[in-house]
């Protein structure tokens, strides 16, 4: 036998073990980390055909999201706006600036802008808009702080537990109907009040409107 | 050798407790070890290629198929409403039913002390493995979308879902995959002595190293025999509650759901006894030939071929039963739509489907009852196909028949495969045959070890047996 095998390899069972666990787990920490949406999706931030600043129309002009997303209360789909809405002001305001060159243009012809997608559901889900703003879940849940971007990114993984964790617990999330589109609202300043009330509150709600959150399959695989 | 036994008186057996030996001629330990080993030593012989060449293209079928369908969709199959389980799943239990054999003679033949598992038992449980490997190909494939085939397990995924376990496709995943690594573990270990005679045996470098590492430092003393038992035992007790539970839970699959035809509570017991059938008839299918090409029929004797078409007769008069006991049921319950399943599977469209599995599985066994048949070789090689063929279509009448007709006419329909189900299937043979060509090839097929433990000088008793042995102080 020892003329096959040196000495050492008395030790290779015990080397193989450790050294198959020690791969094992850094394959499985891997694939945990980086081949989720959380990694895969989380930050994408495309540059956009006209640079388009949310913050400055949010923050600095205290626009509300749907004067621009004017369908997402009544529709399935939140509607990206036509050229004619940005022109009801920027036929007056930086009325030739040219970084609104295409703006005009699009007005102008008709040929929508460009806009590059960020959020993209897949076909087989079915996500409906007008539902969960109506049924006080805000903006700012899904697509993360937008009044305070320049250039929008992926703010959320969006990922099915991402659903999955609302769905199955719409109280931690809920919130006033008034409130959907005040992103930065908070039931109180101080965080363990706010807890408190997001809650109670959000307990209150979620019956008084009888908020279902389906987290059966078909809710969303229709 | 002969003067030492002229010194023990050895009692002469009365004639009716006379039983032919496990092993013929007197055969000494050396010539087994020759035999057994020879087959994975020198130039493959023409048989081998004959037969190798032929399953390696099959194999290459399959991995075309299987390509086409995952690049393509599960549409390719003929599966569609309202046959939405066709010939993939008939051909998942066809193939994990013919698994069985391999377990229940390794593990409860082992339990019962019965002696004669020794010879058969190491080509059984490579049976066994690799018709496990072609049944798990269906399962895995049927899903359509084949790479979130993980989602079976329960790993903590980003779609926040957890396995239903209260489903019994589940139960399945865990039941084959438990099956199946206990079955290669019980295999394994069996053959570690036997790869250490191989190692032993071996003249080139190359084997000395594959056969040494697979041997696992094995040097055959006291202490390695005492552990190697034990575990064996061990694994044993493991795998007997396996060979009743995996096709129990195989057959649970329809019993737990609501259509008449498949809600029967005889079903696990009806199923455990069908793979028993099945894979009885593919042991012996595969051994007839087998012990002729490799002369082997000192080891794998008449007797052994005897007991084996009794256990097909027992388990194919069980399954019988079973047939008959469904239409009883079917009739007793006063359920019509159960009453109209039954005699739609003898009288409806696929009639020709429920007589061909009434004749192959319950008349074809029948016949075991004689000696003759059970002792022309050539007729047991036939009825051992006729089972697996029958076994077959039983699958397809409880898949396929019970399916084409639902509960509102306006869903009924007719199945037809296509030809990349009859492809893939015929695929499946290919690698169930490369590998196990290649196992024999590679690996003893008889396990040495053990049968020298059965041969009649292996008794301390015998006047053959080893002088120094000294049982008697």
């Known amino acids: 036998m020892s003329a096959i095998f040196p000495k050492w390899t008395n030790r290779l069972p015990l080397m193989v073990l450790i050294g198959g666990g020690m791969t094992a787990t850094a394959v499985v920490a891997g694939v945990w980390y980086y081949f989720t949406p959380k990694y895969t999706y989380v930050g994408y931030q495309p540059l956009q055909p006209v640079a388009f600043s949310h913050a400055t129309h949010v923050e600095q002009l205290g626009m509300d999201c749907r004067y621009c997303h004017s369908a997402v209360e009544k529709s399935w789909f939140s509607n990206i706006p036509s050229a004619s809405t940005c022109m009801n002001c920027h036929n007056q305001v930086l009325k030739d600036d040219p970084r609104l060159a295409l703006v005009r243009e699009s007005a102008a012809t008709g040929k929508p802008i460009p806009w590059v997608q960020i959020h993209r559901m897949p076909d087989f889900v079915y996500f409906n808009h007008a539902v969960h703003v109506n049924r006080g879940i805000s903006c700012v849940e899904c697509h993360g702080p937008v009044h305070k971007m320049d250039e929008v990114w992926h703010a959320q993984p969006l990922s099915m537990s991402f659903c999955l964790d609302c769905h199955r617990d719409p109280a931690a999330k809920i919130r006033p109907l008034d409130k959907i589109t005040d992103l930065d609202w908070k039931w109180s300043e101080d965080p363990n009040v706010a807890a408190q009330q997001q809650r109670t509150q959000g307990e209150k709600l979620v019956r008084d409107w009888r908020v279902e959150s389906l987290d059966n399959c078909s809710a969303c695989h229709r | ?473």
């Open chain 2, 1 to 473: 050798m002969a003067e030492v036994a002229a010194n023990i008186p050895v009692p002469p057996t009365p004639p009716e407790l006379m039983r032919e030996p496990l092993v013929r001629n007197n055969r000494s330990f050396a010539w087994i070890s020759d035999r057994v080993a020879a087959i994975t030593e020198g130039k493959a012989p023409a048989w081998w290629w004959a037969a190798f060449i032929p399953s390696f293209a099959l194999l290459c079928l399959l991995v075309a198929m299987l390509a086409y369908q995952i690049s393509t969709g599960v549409g390719v199959w003929g599966n569609n409403h309202p046959v939405m389980w066709g010939w993939d799943i008939i051909n998942f239990v066809w193939w994990i039913g013919i698994g069985h054999a391999g377990t229940l003679i390794s593990a409860i033949l082992f339990l019962l002390r019965q002696r004669w598992r020794t010879a058969v038992n190491r080509a059984a449980e490579a049976m066994t493995i690799f018709a496990v490997m072609c049944a798990g190909i269906f399962p895995a494939m049927h899903v359509g979308r084949v790479w979130f085939d993980w989602w079976l397990f329960p790993i903590p995924n980003f779609q926040g879902l957890w396995p239903q376990f209260r489903s019994p496709l589940m139960w399945d995943v865990f039941a084959v995959s438990t099956y199946f690594t206990v079955s290669v573990l019980f295999w394994y270990v069996g053959l570690i002595p036997d790869l250490a005679t191989l190692r032993d045996r071996a003249k080139t470098r190359l084997r000395q190293f594959i056969y040494g590492v697979l041997a696992l430092g094995w040097t055959g003393s006291n202490r390695h025999w005492s552990n190697y038992e034990k575990a064996y035992l061990i694994l044993a007790g493991l795998s007997t509650p396996l060979v009743l539970s995996v096709h129990s839970i195989v057959s649970l699959d329809f019993a737990v759901s609501q259509l008449p035809g498949w809600h029967t509570t005889i079903f696990p017991p009806y199923f455990v006894a069908g793979a028993i059938f099945s894979g009885f008839g593919m042991v012996l299918t595969l051994l007839i030939p087998l012990r002729s090409m490799c002369k082997l029929e000192d080891i794998i004797t008449m007797r052994h071929i005897d007991v084996m078409c009794k256990v097909t007769l027992a388990t194919g008069s069980i399954v019988g039963y079973a047939y008959g006991m469904e239409f009883f049921i079917a009739w007793y319950s006063g359920s019509l739509y159960e009453r109209f399943a039954f005699i739609n599977r003898a009288l409806g469209p696929y009639w020709w489907g429920y007589w061909l599995m009434i004749i192959c599985n319950v008349v074809v066994p029948q016949l075991f009852w004689f000696k003759r048949v059970r002792h022309t070789l050539w007729v047991v090689f036939i009825l051992s196909i006729l089972v697996n063929v029958g076994m077959w279509f039983e699958r397809f009448v409880i898949v396929v028949i019970s399916l084409h007709r639902e509960f509102l006419p306006a869903n009924w329909g007719y199945f037809k495969p296509t030809w990349v189900d009859i492809c893939t299937y015929l695929g499946t043979f290919g690698l169930f045959f490369t590998c196990f060509l290649l196992f024999l090839r590679f690996l003893p097929m008889i396990a040495i070890s053990e049968v020298k433990g059965v041969t009649p000088q292996a008794d301390p008793h015998h006047p053959l047996a080893k002088p120094n042995g000294g049982h008697h102080g």
